[in-house]
């Protein structure tokens, strides 16, 4: 068994905690939260201790691993702690909203052989993964064009969007690490992008739709589609276009139920909304992917290199949207 | 050039009028109505001769073939007339609502070698064709189950229901023809009917709405569903399923647009309506299936025996449906 | 906390086992099973007592409830014993191949206020459960037609079939349950069966293709076609379809992708194979709708009557079969 | 009737005769083309007038408009002499590879109030013209995002490329058109463009798979994606998005029949193919508009205007592939 401490108890560390205490392989030895209340209440419920400090969590030999679900601005810290502490890692996405904090958190565990792992939850979503597979097996051939949708329900709050980092990096990061999955290397980047939805994201310099553009490195374009607000439910389709053909994995309702009326036939419900509904089972195969890669002490996957190439695109779409020319990504080294 | 003449200008007269003036290979040459002016429009716009009279019709020696789409009631005597004055027949269906004039037309002149095709249209439609192509070329595999859907959007006025011959024999009838084009010589009926959609057809001593089974020689097994009422447009649908899978054909709309909304996802519209619109090109595939048999001289497909078949297995659902049994059908011997 | 025992530790036995020991407001205590080390295997993976003896748990006065899922021949005594001891029993279907023993066991019990669920698992599936309650909500107006489609991927083995009852009562029986939940008390059977899958069907005096009709007191009319054997994958369906428009419930796979290339367009996988996959979720469902009713004490559904029910159209469908004729059902008193 | 001359008797100049030809309000008068056996075969199939020169169609009184489908580098001069002889001009796109001489033909004859349609046909299919229809309706909002797919099925010869202008000019300027139609003036053009087909597109420094973004006066962005080979045929698809829900105008096959078998279920015809097929009933709608809008006296649409900014887009595409840049579009002033 593997020891598993979750740090953060909000709306995903529980959903992480949860499936820890389930996993037949993994305990949940405890949980953190900034807030003692809320780390007591799960502890409670999940039959795990309620750690009183980070340190305590990390002084605890049977925890062999931690998942860091706390606010973003943590995460850098607790990675270099957690790693030099000697434990494993799972942390949410992102590693930081800045790109130099990441990289010199790399620099000073890199030596350390880190064992880290990064959340980019939709790798881990069968469709997703079973579209990969075939186009990895040569289903289609050769990649040539993707088509990357991805429109959130409703747009989050202004406090949230105002710490969030902007469209490209709390939103498109995911579609981004997509785009790397599929295709590998990225190096050229385009992205335009509007405000249509609210207001309120102009006035925060910030936009709520999306249109990017990709190169990868074997010459595929990669085509994704951002809004922060769809009337239909979270929308999220993969689309790839190869020599021999095209995959495309849909999206997800609570039903098979289709009405035909007098109005319309074959109607279907509207999508899963969000993201803990519609990747339910991709957050559980997760973490399941996270203990199996501690367990066989195989490389994890995504991993920290996995977050900065991500964060890195995100970069560069800003930096193309402000500047409107296409971005040329510089050849990645280490990590 | 097929020299060809049709007999009875309302809607489906019209329409195969149409067809036969656009037809490479064949010539409109005449068209004859019980109302003179209704012919002579017809015969204008078509550029073809309004005919007098039936006779003025079967007399003309540069009419080789007629296509009769005048009332039921008329079909016997005219096909026994048309063939006896040497010409080939196509015959909307059914040869008349009852089985003994139909037999008796046979006898009259079946040592004539008569050409006489009659019009089952679903057959000449292009998904039918493709399932039962498909079928028949082993798709599938033995055929063990099938499943003929036909719904009409509205029930026919009082006045056409009451010389309608019921709703076996004016609307399953081209169920029971798809059962024995898909599935061979069927040997057994049950039906079960329901007075559903409007008291007026229980008035009539009519149904709206049944459940049929049909057992077929091969021991394929069929259900047929029908109503006379749809409130989402003209549902005519096909599935077979065998030994290796299944096939299904399904509705046409006019537009292949999806709407996606806070209500509904992928909402289609609603079905094309009615048989003039669903079948628009079977009606043409069929006449030119007719001429094609003429000019190569090879037998007509559905033909007079196929009309027989049709109407004894209507009459055998009326029959089960009255006395709650399955009724076995007799072997059929000529035609 | 409801306590429960599993007795029976078979393939369901021990899903439902599984469940109860996950369940938030139910306690696994113990599973029996006819052969010892079975039970001692389950309990020791899901922290439960292994019974020595059914005395034994019928004994345990925090056994609150029994989960019947041992072989058939033992449902009738184990109700029986179960609910004198006071224990509330969910018990697998069929109550029993046969009616007199089934009638009779509830004569036993009847007096004592006894709370049985009968173990109709597809009435807790996301799909259907969302088109009935459509359905009812009025969606389509009321109810005219019915489809139902109910395919096995594959036959079980010749042992199985010999002590299954035969099609009607081992298979179809779900669907009479479906047909009765949909439309209520059905009036009139018939039924059409052929040994089209294997001629060991045939030797077995057992069908392996069936096609049903019903009619409901309501005046809908239903279809049920079933087979031992789908190529594609377990298949099941409910279309229906009323004065208002149609519902569909289909079929469900295990991804969402779709495969376009050279061959095909629009290619989805193959469906979810078993019962034990594709009604997965139900059964957690189904054992959760056990325990609320427990809990809420109110009465459960399905309940007993309504496996005697399923069990009489099962055999009014075999007598239809062997005589050719349709059968009307005799109003049902009690139960 | 509208008399009808059709200038160039290849493949797209002989569907339009045919459409002509059985036009009920127009009547095809003569046709001509550079090989006069062509002209003389295509007249005596559709009983017009083989012309022998331009000069003659021109004097032609009973000429009133002309059909331009001759090759692209007599397009201009066609336009000036038709519209100088006072015929209405329906002009196949484009109107030449370069934007000059097309601006300059306008020069010349937009003071003879040319009437002159341009043929993107397109804007006449039944699926993305109601897909228009719903959007000017409001049925999704305001539009914010559109996808358009356009994917051909196979690469057109060598020959054919040198003189093609390019994908851009050749194939994408129908989805600039599109663009246009869905969302009005375009302010802003990046474009990626890969060769990834077949090498001889690299050889004729031209593009096989493209990956452009535009950007509405509207607000609107727009992601169009082109390749030279598809292998499940020919691709054609849009999805508009706007704050109310998403509207698709999916692809077309030839039949509606589903293959479910043991290896995919649901699988579907592969695509119709080319656009002579798909755009079948476009083409006859595309003359039947330009017919009634003479008939009329209503503004063409599209006109030479369209015709002009599709190719301004095409260029901008081009110099946005070649610097890397996103070009914003200089104010349309006339036309």
Redesign the interface.
């Known amino acids: 068994m593997i020891g598993v401490a979750v740090i953060g108890c909000g709306r995903i560390g529980r959903l992480h905690a949860q499936v820890l205490a389930?996993h037949a392989r993994a305990s949940l030895v405890a949980v953190f939260d900034a807030v003692a209340a809320v780390a007591a209440q799960i502890a409670g419920e999940l039959h795990a201790k309620a750690a009183a400090s980070i340190e305590e969590v990390l002084a605890d030999r049977s925890v062999h691993a931690v998942v860091i679900a706390s606010p973003t601005a943590t995460h850098v810290p607790l990675i270099g702690a957690a790693v030099k502490a000697g434990k494993a890692v799972f942390c949410e996405k992102p590693i930081d909203l800045n790109l130099e904090p990441a990289v010199a958190c790399w620099r000073e565990i890199a030596s350390l052989q880190p064992r880290v792992m990064l959340g980019f939850n939709r790798r881990f979503d069968?469709?997703f993964s079973?579209?990969r597979e075939?186009l990895q097996a040569g289903?289609?051939?050769?990649l040539?064009?993707a088509?990357i949708?991805s429109?959130d329900p409703a747009p989050p709050g202004a406090e949230y969007l105002k710490g969030s980092g902007g469209l490209f990096r709390d939103m498109s990061i995911h579609d981004f690490d997509m785009a790397r999955w599929l295709a590998g290397e990225i190096v050229?980047v385009?992205a335009?992008g509007?405000?249509?939805?609210d207001p309120l994201f102009g006035e925060l310099n910030d936009i709520d739709?999306?249109?990017i553009?990709l190169?990868a490195a074997s010459?595929?374009?990669?085509?994704i589609?951002n809004?922060r607000?769809?009337?239909?439910?979270y929308?999220q389709r993969i689309e790839v276009?190869g020599?021999?053909?095209?995959?495309?994995?849909?999206?997800?309702?609570?039903?098979?139920?289709?009405?035909?009326?007098?109005?319309?036939?074959?109607?279907?419900?509207?999508?899963v909304d969000f993201f803990m509904q519609r990747y339910r089972e991709a957050y559980a195969a997760e973490i399941d992917s996270f203990i199996s890669a501690l367990e066989r002490q195989v490389p994890m996957s995504p991993d920290f290199g996995d977050g900065l190439a991500a964060q890195r695109l995100a970069l560069a779409a800003e930096e193309s949207r402000r500047s409107?020319?296409?971005i040329?990504m510089a050849p990645v080294t280490t990590p």
């Not at 010459?219 to 085509?223: C, N």
């Not at 607000?229 to 439910?233: E, F, P, Q, S």
């Not at 995959?247 to 009405?259: D, K, M, P």
């Open positions: 389930r069968a469709s079973a579209l075939r289903a289609i051939g050769k040539e064009l088509i949708t429109r050229e385009h335009l509007a405000n249509l939805v739709t999306s249109a553009t190169r010459g595929a374009l990669l085509q589609n809004s607000r769809c009337a239909y439910g929308d276009f020599s021999k053909g095209m995959l495309q994995a849909h999206n997800q309702r609570a039903t098979s139920v289709e009405v035909w009326d007098a109005q319309h036939t074959a109607a279907q419900d509207v999508l409107g020319r296409a040329r």
